[in-house]
């Protein structure tokens, strides 16, 4: 009888929560000045359960897929074309360029405009994400006048270096990976589809050493651009937009990163075998999307893993039905 008589149960909740407004109140007020030199210390001390032991292997496996990744992107975009928007960061992959009205023009002033197609550099294909270099975790935050003063270097350099693994001088200027010229006449076709299996094994193994490292090592990112903090901590640097398409200047909203932040997938619309040489505007509808990377190892004639099926419409129609 209790359990269905809701008017008792109301009661009791509103009970509660007077007795422990009562409590609360009746409670002296928190003197921050006594609690701040125990928060501070806590801090410092938080520093000594880093590096986590456990994880200095995969942060040692995540920089090694890095590497594999640049190099194996970069011989493959000389035997498999890639196109990038002249105006805006659109990516194709593909013998040419899609006419998707998609071109938003530089610097937003235009919209749903057809593309302007050029050959695509690396950047285009594995977005740079970059960082400062702290001393260690535990030091201040950083000032906007000492903006200045810290080295940038790749967002997954310093959560990897964070993790317990060194870096030499290279990986601290952000040239640490040796780009591999290859001739595309002198790569035969099995060559070529283990680059690309072992490209889409490195992009995998980075995606995912990275969400794992994201659980133990704090990162931030600023929720109205694309900065990207490592640390427990955001810095105080004014340059929210300086690195995008904003013209203001001011202090970054900083929320919790995740693998997207550090690992951009660059999502661009996939081709499919029995797709038109060209995609067109009107049948946007039908076409799936990919990123780039698998979208260049598909290519090279990978089989995909089945989690890419539905965002690529891999046995969906390119045409409407004809009733």
């Given at each position: 009888?209790?359990?269905?008589?809701?008017?008792?149960?109301?009661?009791?909740?509103?009970?509660?929560f007077v007795r422990l407004s009562r409590l609360y109140s009746s409670n002296s007020k928190i003197d921050f000045k006594k609690l701040k030199p125990m928060i501070l210390k806590r801090i410092n001390d938080r520093s000594k359960d880093y590096p986590v032991k456990a994880m200095i292997p995969?942060?040692?496996?995540?920089?090694?897929?890095?590497?594999?990744?640049?190099?194996?992107?970069?011989?493959?975009?000389?035997?498999?074309?890639?196109?990038?928007?002249?105006?805006?960061?659109?990516?194709?992959?593909?013998?040419?360029?899609?006419?998707?009205?998609?071109?938003?023009?530089?610097?937003?002033?235009?919209?749903?405009?057809?593309?302007?197609?050029?050959?695509?550099?690396?950047?285009?294909?594995?977005?740079?994400?970059?960082?400062?270099?702290?001393?260690?975790?535990?030091?201040?935050?950083?000032?906007?006048?000492?903006?200045?003063?810290?080295?940038?270097?790749p967002a997954i350099a310093e959560l990897c270096w964070q993790a317990g693994v060194s870096l030499d001088d290279e990986t601290l200027k952000g040239k640490d990976v040796e780009i591999i010229d290859t001739s595309a006449d002198s790569l035969s076709k099995s060559k070529v589809w283990e680059?690309?299996?072992?490209?889409?094994?490195?992009?995998?193994?980075?995606?995912?050493?990275?969400?794992?490292?994201?659980?133990?090592?704090?990162?931030?990112?600023?929720?109205?651009?694309?900065?990207?903090?490592?640390?427990?901590?955001?810095?105080?640097?004014?340059?929210?937009?300086?690195?995008?398409?904003?013209?203001?200047?001011?202090?970054?909203?900083?929320?919790?990163?995740?693998?997207?932040?550090?690992?951009?997938?660059?999502?661009?619309?996939?081709?499919?075998?029995?797709?038109?040489?060209?995609?067109?505007?009107?049948?946007?509808?039908?076409?799936?999307?990919?990123?780039?990377?698998?979208?260049?190892?598909?290519?090279?004639?990978?089989?995909?893993?089945?989690?890419?099926?539905?965002?690529?419409?891999?046995?969906?129609?390119?045409?409407?039905?004809?009733?």
């Open positions: 009888m209790i359990l269905k008589n809701k008017g008792y149960w109301n009661a009791a909740v509103t009970e509660g995969l942060a040692r496996e995540v920089l090694e897929a890095r590497a594999l990744l640049i190099q194996g992107v970069s011989i493959l975009m000389q035997v498999i074309p890639v196109w990038a928007c002249k105006f805006c960061p659109e990516v194709h992959v593909g013998p040419q360029g899609h006419s998707i009205k998609t071109c938003w023009g530089c610097r937003h002033r235009a919209k749903n405009q057809v593309h302007e197609w050029i050959p695509s550099k690396l950047n285009d294909i594995i977005v740079p994400v970059e960082t400062y270099h702290l001393q260690n975790m535990s030091q201040d935050i950083i000032r906007h006048d000492q903006r200045f003063d810290f080295d940038r270097i680059i690309a299996n072992g490209t889409l094994n490195a992009w995998e193994v980075l995606r995912t050493g990275v969400q794992k490292l994201l659980m133990v090592y704090p990162a931030r990112v600023c929720s109205h651009c694309s900065e990207v903090h490592v640390g427990p901590s955001g810095h105080k640097a004014r340059m929210c937009g300086v690195f995008a398409y904003e013209s203001w200047r001011g202090p970054h909203f900083w929320k919790r990163a995740v693998v997207d932040d550090l690992v951009p997938p660059k999502i661009s619309w996939s081709r499919r075998d029995h797709d038109p040489p060209v995609l067109l505007d009107e049948r946007r509808d039908f076409y799936g999307h990919a990123p780039v990377v698998v979208d260049i190892c598909s290519k090279a004639g990978i089989h995909l893993p089945k989690k890419y099926f539905c965002m690529m419409k891999v046995r969906g129609v390119s045409v409407p039905f004809q009733s």
